[in-house]
């Protein structure tokens, strides 16, 4: 058993309001280094498959299917082994 981590994110060059709205206001709060700020989302998915290859497929089909809107986003994922209590 695996657990995901999938990260959704606006691509480069989509507008990121939500990102800009939240700079705005770091700025305002006195922290004018903070610049460039992005929003996403992440999903933790646990996956019964060991097989690098048969998560990969899945991450993607779901991924391109349903959890981003590949148009305007893009995803990567990080594969976490999980030991299992016995």
Same mark, same amino acid.
């Given at each position: 058993m695996k657990?995901?981590?999938?990260?959704? #994110?606006?691509?480069q060059q989509?507008?990121?309001t939500q990102g800009q #709205? +939240?700079?705005?206001a770091v700025h305002d709060l006195g922290y004018p280094q903070i =610049?460039?700020?992005?929003v996403g989302k992440v999903l933790y998915i646990t996956v019964d498959a060991t097989a690098?290859?048969?998560i990969e497929q899945v991450i993607q089909? +779901?991924?391109?299917?349903?959890?981003? =809107? #590949?148009?305007i986003e893009e995803y990567?994922? =990080?594969v976490i082994e999980v030991k299992e209590n016995h």
């Open positions: 657990k995901i981590e999938l990260f959704i #994110t606006l691509q989509v507008l990121d #709205t +939240l700079t705005r =610049n460039d700020i992005r690098d290859s048969e089909t +779901l991924s391109e299917k349903l959890f981003a =809107n #590949t148009v990567s994922y =990080n």
